[in-house]
């Protein structure tokens, strides 16, 4: 994650969620922070 103005952005808390089946019920989320470069990694589950 980079800001234009002040570069990478450290200790950003990056969440991402989905709704597999659209019942309107999250069903996978996960979240992780960046790290000093502004770097994260995140595992999603294979799609079919």
Do not use: H, L
């Amino acid at each position: 994650m980079k800001d234009n103005r002040t570069g990478p952005m450290q200790g950003a808390k990056v969440i991402v969620t989905a709704d597999f089946d659209g019942d309107g019920e999250v069903d996978f989320i996960v979240e992780n922070v960046t790290a000093i470069d502004g770097t994260y990694s995140i595992e999603v589950p294979k799609g079919e």
